[in-house]
T-cell receptor, first 117, second 117 residues
Framework: GAVVSQHPSWVICKSGTSVKIECRSL??????MFWYRQFPKQSLMLMAT?????????EQGVEKDKFLINHASLTLSTLTVTSAHPEDSSFYIC?????????????FGPGTRLTVL | AQKITQTQPGMFVQEKEAVTLDCTYD???????LFWYKQPSSGEMIFLIY??????QNATEGRYSLNFQKARKSANLVISASQLGDSAMYFC??????????????FGSGTRLSIRP
């Protein structure tokens, strides 16, 4: 299957700092990328849908000024957690959709574990 | 309203036995897709199997099969001849508007499967 990478795989930061997480589709072009958040022992919750070249669409309850998403190219989307606080500590997973009319498949990155001290 | 329901938070199964993981869903769309993902302790999301709402036959992928009962809105995952490596979290997921570029995958709460030797 297609490969999606995330960087970094884990990050520890101090409260109040900003953290950027990158999501790349390595061998395909992704017109749409998704960002999910997963708390321990819970399910994946969709945060936002990111389309290349346009503003991200955020799910209800997700602060767009807190979680900045940029999808500047067909292979890269970034999530920036601004002024991170301990409650932002979570596992962040991105997903990229192949822009194929037939399959419309979606592949997940390996996730980024964020710990805010 | 919850759209994907997994009623089994945890299951224990003896190695080599078959196991069924339950999933029910709710949608008003006629066109949708159903997925099962496996998430080991490493956190990566591993795609297992896909069923389209218009697919007449139940999907199968190796030891995985999806028992799709459209009228009952259920999409149970059957794992035959379970192995120790099958121990993981399993998520049922749905995408409404199967071929829409705007459609998104939402997840159930998950079932933790533990295989006993």
């Amino acid at each position: 299957g297609a490969v999606v990478s995330q960087h970094p795989s884990w990050v520890i930061c101090k409260s109040g700092t900003s953290v950027k997480i990158e999501c790349r589709s390595l061998d395909f072009q992704a017109t749409t990328m998704f960002w999910y958040r997963q708390f321990p022992k819970q399910s994946l919750m969709l945060m936002a849908t990111s389309n290349e070249g346009s503003k991200a669409t955020y799910e209800q309850g997700v602060e767009k000024d807190k979680f900045l998403i940029n999808h500047a190219s067909l292979t890269l989307s970034t999530l920036t957690v601004t002024s991170a606080h301990p409650e932002d500590s979570s596992f962040y997973i991105c997903s990229a959709r192949i822009s194929s009319v037939i399959y419309n498949e979606q592949f997940f990155g390996p996730g980024t574990r964020l710990t805010v001290l | 309203a919850q759209k994907i329901t997994q009623t089994q938070p945890g299951m224990f199964v003896q190695e080599k036995e078959a196991v069924t993981l339950d999933c029910t869903y709710d949608t008003s769309d006629q066109s949708y897709g159903l997925f099962w993902y496996k998430q080991p302790s490493s956190g990566e999301m591993i795609f297992l199997i896909y069923q389209g709402s218009y697919d007449e036959q139940n999907a199968t992928e190796g030891r995985y099969s999806l028992n799709f009962q459209k009228a009952r809105k259920s999409a149970n995952l059957v794992i035959s001849a379970s192995q120790l490596g099958d121990s993981a979290m399993y998520f049922c997921a749905m995408r409404e508007g199967r071929r829409s570029s705007a459609s998104k995958i939402i997840f159930g709460s998950g079932t933790r499967l533990s295989i006993r030797p």
